[in-house]
């Protein structure tokens, strides 16, 4: 998927503050394929998480905001 799909599928959700709800839906499918591991927390943060399998292996943390 390119850079401006993933984008417009983002823009195209209903997510004001507090219903990020189909944002983070769209988010978890965009993840998916890049990580190994995605899931929501109780707060609504969408968590990707890549094992690479060195120990001691750095990570990335990427945050943006998914309402509107």
Same mark, same amino acid.
């Given at each position: 998927? =390119?850079?401006?799909?993933?984008?417009?599928? #983002?823009?195209?959700?209903?997510?004001?503050?507090?219903?990020?709800? /189909?944002? /983070?839906? &769209? /988010?978890?499918?965009?993840?998916? +394929?890049?990580?190994?591991? &995605?899931? &929501?927390?109780?707060?609504?943060? &969408?968590?990707?998480?890549?094992?690479?399998?060195? +120990?001691? /292996?750095?990570?990335?943390? #990427? =945050?943006?905001?998914? =309402?509107?």
């Amino acid at each position: 998927m =390119d850079m401006r799909h993933a984008l417009e599928k #983002l823009c195209a959700c209903t997510a004001p503050s507090g219903f990020e709800n /189909a944002s /983070a839906t &769209v /988010a978890q499918e965009l993840l998916r +394929p890049l990580v190994d591991e &995605v899931s &929501v927390d109780r707060m609504g943060n &969408v968590i990707g998480i890549r094992r690479c399998g060195k +120990p001691g /292996a750095k990570l990335l943390l #990427l =945050d943006a905001h998914l =309402d509107e």
